[in-house]
Every structure is written in C-alpha cells, then in structure tokens.
C-alpha cells in the first residue's frame, strides 16, 4: 500500500495522542486535587458547623418545647378573658391604690396591680405598701430615664428631683413629684391633676 507523502505513520500519530493526554492529565491534575481538597475542606465545614450548631438547636427545641405550652394557655386565656371585667377590675385596683396614695406605673404589670389592691381590700395594708414600696424601688432608675425621655424640658427637675428621693429626702422630692405629675398632666391634656 502506498502511503501519501506527507502521512504520518500510526506510531507517530499515536504518540502525538499519547503526549497531548499527557498534557491535558497534567494540565487537569492540579484541578482535581484543588477540587478534591475542596470537598474535602467542604466535608470538614459541614462536620464544624455541625458540631457548632448543635448545642443551638438542641437549646432552641428545648426553648420551644418549654415556652409552646405556656403559649398556648395565654393564648386560651386570652380568648376567654372579659375585657369589660378586667377594666372594671382594674380600675377598681387603681382607686384602692389612690385611696392609699399611690400612684400607678404605666408599666405595672395588671397582675401586680391586682395582688397590691387584694393585699389592701384583704386588710394587709402593711403588706401591700411594703411591697409596692419594693416595686418603685426597683423601677425608680426606669421611671427617672423614661420621665425624661418623655419630657426632656423637665430633665433638670428630674435629675434634682430623684437625686433627692434617692438620698431619703422626701419632704422635698415628694412635693415636687407631685408638682410636676400636675404640670404634665395640664400639658397633655389642660386639666390640672390635683387641682380644680
């Protein structure tokens, strides 16, 4: 058989074959290792992540386990709540506190409210008032910082005022409590609290 002229032979296209996969093996090596050492370090990631997360879940499932069923019996007592009651009740509380000269927290919790206002019709006064006077305690820093958010015009009176109440001096931040519960009540809406 006669072979063209310029025809490699079989053996010479066979090892031009042989050297162009050697390039391309060489060429894809380090690409396979990079993807190799990659899933592994992928591998390694998820084990970590895992192992970090784990105490999260764990906490997060107990969490929820443990506050679902208090959610649901709000939320049961919640739909059978009597608003009408619960106003009348809590104004009934306020005014016990009223008549015994206490004022109420916006921020009292009404089961609070409800106990003090027990405690006062039950006849344990002496109860009633040294728990409140345990509960303005503790709120006292909150009231001061929320009094002067709310009216900043009255911060310099504020400030003197529970610095005062603070070091025990009460005949002179009491009346000024007093003073200025009336002033902002005629601000916000033009009556006066205490006077007529």
Same mark, same amino acid.
């Given at each position: 058989?006669?072979?063209? +002229?310029?025809?490699?032979?079989?053996?010479?296209?066979?090892?031009?074959?042989?050297?162009?996969?050697?390039?391309?093996?060489?060429?894809?090596? &380090?690409?396979?290792?990079?993807?190799?050492? %990659?899933?592994? *370090?992928?591998? %390694?990631?998820?084990? %970590?992540? *895992?192992?970090?997360?784990? &105490?999260?879940?764990?906490?997060?499932?107990?969490?929820?386990?443990?506050?679902?069923?208090?959610?649901?019996?709000?939320?049961?007592?919640? /739909?059978?709540?009597?608003?009408?009651?619960?106003?009348?009740? *809590?104004?009934?509380?306020?005014?016990?506190?009223?008549?015994?000269?206490?004022?109420?927290?916006?921020?009292?919790?009404?089961?609070?409210?409800?106990?003090?206002?027990?405690?006062?019709?039950?006849?344990?006064?002496?109860?009633?008032?040294?728990? %409140?006077?345990?509960?303005?305690?503790?709120?006292? /820093?909150?009231?001061?910082?929320?009094?002067?958010? +709310?009216? &900043?015009?009255?911060?310099?009176?504020?400030?003197? *005022?529970?610095?005062?109440?603070?070091?025990? /001096?009460?005949?002179?931040?009491?009346?000024?409590?007093?003073?200025?519960? /009336?002033?902002?009540?005629?601000?916000?809406?033009?009556?006066?609290?205490?006077?007529?």
């Amino acid at each position: 058989m006669l072979e063209p +002229k310029n025809c490699k032979n079989i053996e010479e296209i066979r090892q031009e074959i042989d050297q162009i996969a050697e390039e391309i093996i060489a060429f894809l090596k &380090p690409i396979v290792e990079l993807q190799h050492n %990659l899933s592994q *370090t992928v591998h %390694l990631l998820e084990k %970590l992540l *895992t192992d970090i997360s784990k &105490p999260y879940i764990e906490f997060t499932n107990k969490f929820i386990n443990t506050i679902t069923p208090a959610l649901i019996k709000l939320s049961k007592d919640m /739909d059978s709540l009597d608003m009408d009651s619960l106003l009348e009740k *809590t104004k009934k509380a306020v005014l016990t506190l009223g008549e015994k000269g206490w004022f109420l927290d916006i921020e009292m919790p009404l089961t609070y409210l409800q106990k003090f206002h027990n405690e006062i019709k039950n006849g344990n006064i002496e109860q009633a008032e040294n728990a %409140l006077i345990i509960y303005f305690e503790e709120r006292l /820093d909150a009231i001061e910082k929320s009094l002067i958010e +709310k009216f &900043p015009n009255r911060k310099s009176i504020f400030l003197a *005022t529970f610095k005062a109440h603070k070091n025990k /001096d009460y005949v002179l931040s009491i009346p000024i409590l007093l003073a200025q519960s /009336d002033g902002i009540c005629y601000e916000k809406i033009n009556q006066h609290f205490f006077l007529d």
